[in-house]
C-alpha cells in the first residue's frame, strides 16, 4: 500500500484539525521506496516493505514453501484420481491371485479404499489448504498480478495436469507407496475428516464395488482371451480344469513306464 494510501487511512481512524496537520517523510517524498518513516500529527509511523526482498533469507523460505505446496496440492490430486479408482474386488483378486509386488500393495491400499469417503474428504482438505495457501506465500514475494498467474498455472500443471496424468496410469504403485502417508492424513483431519466421511456413508452407502453377471463376466473374459465353453454353456467348469491334470498325469505315467 502506497505511503499516501496509510496517511489516509489513519487520518479516517484519528482526525486532527487542518490547522495541526503536518506530515513529513524522511525521504521527502510519499511514493519512496518502504521502508519509510512518516511523522504526522506528532506520531512516528514506520512504513515497512510489502515484500520480502530477495536478499533476505525469508525470501528463499517462501519459495520453497510455495514449491511445497505446489508438489503437495498435485500429490493430493494425484492420490484422488488414483486411491479412489481402485476397486476393492480387483484388489481383492490382486492380493489373491496377484504376483508378490501386486499381492503386497494391494494388500496396503485395501483397507484405505474400503474407507472410501474418509480417505476422500481427507485428501480433498489437504488439497484445498496447499492451494489456498500457495497465493499467501506468493503474495509476499511477488507482485499480485505475477502471484495470480504464477498460482494458477503452478496449480493448473503441476497440481493437476501431471499428477493425475501419472496416478491414473500407475496408481497402484504410488498409491502403495504413500499409503503410510495418507494414513497419516487421515488421522490428522480425522476430527473434520471422519464426521463427513460417515456422513457420506449413511447418505450413499460405504461399498463401491464392481459385481458382473453372467453376460457381463462373458464379454469380460472375451476381451481377454478365449471363453471357456462352460461359461457359454453354462457346463461345470471342474470337468475343464480338471482334463488337463488327468491328461497330464497320464503322459507322465506312460513315459514313465517306457
Not at 177 to 193: D, G, H, I, Q
Request: hydrophobic share 50%; proline share 6%; glycine share 6%.
Amino acid at each position: 500500500m502506497p505511503p499516501l494510501a496509510i496517511i489516509a487511512l489513519l487520518l479516517m481512524i484519528h482526525p486532527v484539525p487542518a490547522a495541526e496537520l503536518q506530515c513529513t517523510c524522511n525521504h521527502g517524498a510519499f511514493d519512496a521506496a518502504p521502508p519509510v518513516e512518516v511523522a504526522c500529527a506528532g506520531q512516528l509511523y514506520r512504513l515497512e516493505a510489502h515484500h520480502v526482498q530477495p536478499d533476505s533469507p525469508l525470501f528463499w523460505t517462501y519459495i520453497g514453501i510455495c514449491v511445497a505446496l505446489t508438489l503437495g496440492a498435485g500429490l493430493m490430486s494425484g492420490l484422488t484420481l488414483g486411491l479412489l479408482s481402485l476397486d476393492t474386488n480387483a484388489l481383492t483378486v490382486l492380493v489373491r491371485s496377484g504376483s508378490t509386488i501386486e499381492r503386497r500393495r494391494a494388500a496396503r491400499l485395501l483397507p484405505l479404499v474400503r474407507r472410501r469417503h474418509w480417505l476422500l474428504v481427507t485428501l480433498l482438505l489437504a488439497n484445498a489448504v496447499c492451494m489456498e495457501a500457495l497465493p499467501i506465500f506468493l503474495d509476499a514475494v511477488a507482485d499480485v498480478v505475477v502471484a495470480v498467474l504464477v498460482s494458477v498455472t503452478a496449480v493448473l500443471i503441476f497440481g493437476e495436469i501431471v499428477p493425475q496424468a501419472v496416478c491414473s496410469r500407475f496408481g497402484l504403485a504410488i498409491g502403495s507407496f504413500c499409503a503410510y502417508l495418507v494414513w497419516a492424513l487421515m488421522v490428522a483431519t480425522a476430527p473434520l475428516s471422519w464426521p463427513i466421511g460417515q456422513l457420506l456413508d449413511a447418505l450413499f452407502g460405504h461399498t463401491h464395488s464392481t459385481f458382473y453377471g453372467r453376460a457381463q463376466l462373458s464379454e469380460l473374459i472375451q476381451l481377454h482371451g478365449t471363453l471357456p465353453s462352460c461359461i457359454t454353456e453354462g457346463a461345470p467348469c471342474a470337468a475343464h480344469r480338471s482334463a488337463p491334470i488327468r491328461a497330464e498325469s497320464t503322459a507322465r505315467a506312460a513315459h514313465a513306464d517306457e
